[in-house]
């Protein structure tokens, strides 16, 4: 096992601190566009604003498969400018206000980058102020929180503020740290997939003699949405198989660990997987001498489930790096990005030998 490289343990660092809030990933693509770039045969940008990249076979044999990550992250959406200059906001995609506490945030204006602070004002106070005796019964819901700007509301309709203006975590709050043999970050999901992927398609590219088939990796938009980008991908790009990169949770009730070994889900909340493509990976691991961890993770969805659930591709499968605080500051193991390629190479280069 191998951790990260230098030069991808920056390019990491440079994703995590790149906003990229649902609906508007220009910031991710222009930073990962030169990456792909130097490894893919063909990078373009398609209309839904998916990172579309393909190596190609030299003489292939059998249909392409798609490699689909996702650039957007968990973040926040004004619903209210406020007479006193705060903003009242919702999440933008699954994310609690848990997930990230009283914290710095930036707010995306339409002619400036704002900051202000996530708040759910004093913690000191009692049940006579009525949305603490909220808190206390119910927990933290978006309702009860609140953006102070320090602007007044004329300033912030200056600058651009107003109802659907994105709200990302400060550059403040996006650090890569380690701990013992873990990289933790905010939105590890997905940018450590990025980093995954592009390393998996630096393989297949020093082994293109073996390849049967075109390989196509995508970066999406919208996944924590709508998965808008993937949909757009899977009915436009040919082939009949995806395979989503992503986070995947720790817990007991999934019998899965924080260690190097990719999670394979047998299905989610939107569906079942396909058999053979799992297969098809659990073969590859079992060449690269990989142990894998298999789960169904049922309180989960990806690019992939939404595809084969729309019936948009017919034969998909998720593959996880294993994620401790998923959707919070998630932690993953140095050598799980290396396994996760190895994995993921061999996968892509074979054409499926389960009909």
């Not at 339409?110 to 206390?136: K, W, Y």
């Not at 990025?194 to 293109?208: C, H, K």
């Not at 998630?330 to 996760?340: A, M, N, Y």
């Amino acid at each position: 096992m191998t951790a990260l490289s230098a030069e991808d343990h920056r390019l990491l660092l440079d994703l995590v601190q790149t906003r990229g809030p649902s609906g508007d990933e220009k910031d991710v693509t222009a930073r990962f566009k030169p990456e792909l770039e130097t490894v893919m045969d063909e990078v373009w940008v398609d209309p839904a604003g998916n990172l579309v990249s393909v190596l190609k076979a030299p003489e292939p044999t059998a249909e392409p498969v798609i490699a689909i990550a996702h650039m957007d992250e968990i973040a926040m959406i004004v619903r209210r400018v406020q007479e006193d200059g705060t903003l009242l906001v919702t999440n933008l995609g699954g994310v609690r206000p848990i997930s990230f506490g009283q914290c710095a945030v930036d707010i995306l204006a339409d002619n400036e980058c704002l900051q202000g602070v996530l708040s759910l004002g004093s913690l000191h106070r009692t049940n006579h102020s009525e949305d603490m005796a909220d808190i206390r019964r119910d927990g933290t819901q978006w309702d009860n929180c609140f953006i102070v700007t320090g602007k007044s509301r004329d300033e912030l309709k200056k600058a651009g503020v107003h109802a659907g203006t994105r709200v990302v975590l400060s550059m403040v709050e996006r650090e890569l740290i380690e701990v013992g043999d873990l990289l933790g970050a905010h939105f590890m999901d997905d940018r450590a997939l990025m980093v995954s992927g592009l390393m998996a398609m630096r393989q297949i590219r020093e082994r293109r003699s073996e390849m049967s088939r075109d390989v196509y990796y995508v970066c999406a938009t919208k996944e924590e949405v709508t998965n808008a980008g993937a949909k757009y991908a899977a009915r436009n790009l040919p082939g009949n198989q995806m395979i989503a990169l992503e986070v995947g949770p720790v817990a007991v009730e999934y019998d899965t660990v924080l260690d190097e070994r990719p999670i394979i889900s047998f299905g989610d909340e939107k569906g079942l997987y396909s058999p053979g493509l799992i297969d098809d990976i659990r073969d590859a691991a079992d060449r690269e001498g990989i142990e894998l961890q298999l789960a169904l993770i049922e309180h989960f969805a990806s690019d992939a489930s939404a595809a084969i659930s729309q019936g948009l591709k017919p034969q998909t499968a998720v593959m996880c790096i294993p994620t401790q605080n998923t959707h919070g500051f998630e932690l993953v193991h140095k050598d799980g990005f290396s396994t996760f390629a190895r994995v993921l190479s061999r996968t892509l280069i074979a054409a499926d030998r389960h009909d």
